[in-house]
């Protein structure tokens, strides 16, 4: 068995797929990249598309829940003209239905993917002057003014990229259902 080889096995294992399951799976993600749904970072371009693989490949078998989850991201119609020429295909429309909100992120764009404000241990700047909340998932559950104030502080600092807020919600299919929910963002 190659090295090649040997990845594939453990990251099939990991995933928890069958052999056949994972080659499917494998050729319909292939697939999306080629037909440009699918982005080089692992970010579906459509919901629609987002929630096939996870139904046909991640969602519950057999009765047991795998613990794998839909994250999803959005910001501020205010940020979006920054974002859009990016990574947000003109084509999409805007994501305002209710789910389950984890929190928010400072997040920067770069060619090859997002970087979060914690890649680069801003968050002990931060720290100095402002008070965060992190939550579970050391997700910031300040508010949406704190955080875009946060936002402002670090600009130019780190990464060459511009600092956004983003909320970050749990968009697996029925999350949002028994689950207080932050709102439409």
């Not at 003209?81 to 994501?95: G, H, L, Q, T, Y």
């Not at 402002?130 to 003014?145: D, I, R, V, Y």
Request: aromatic residues 10%; glycine residues 8%.
């Amino acid at each position: 068995m190659t090295n090649d080889e040997r990845q594939k096995e453990e990251y099939r294992k990991r995933l928890g797929l069958e052999k056949r399951e994972f080659i499917d799976f494998s050729e319909e993600t292939l697939r999306l990249l080629g037909e440009d749904r699918l982005d080089t970072d692992s970010r579906f371009v459509s919901k629609q598309d987002a929630d096939e693989i996870y139904r046909r490949y991640f969602s519950k078998q057999k009765g047991v829940d795998r613990g794998y989850r839909l994250i999803g991201i959005a910001l501020e119609e205010a940020h979006l003209p920054s974002m859009e020429d990016r990574i947000i295909p003109k084509n999409v429309a805007s994501r305002t239905a209710e789910r389950h909100f984890l929190g928010f992120d400072i997040l920067g764009w770069d060619i090859s993917g997002f970087h979060t404000y914690l890649c680069n241990s801003l968050q002990k700047e931060l720290m100095k002057r402002f008070k965060l909340k992190p939550g579970e998932f050391g997700l910031l559950k300040n508010s949406k003014e704190e955080v875009e104030a946060f936002a402002d502080a670090i600009q130019n600092r780190g990464e060459p990229v511009e600092w956004i807020p983003f909320a970050v919600y749990d968009d697996t299919p029925a999350a949002a259902e028994g689950s207080e929910i932050h709102g439409k963002i």
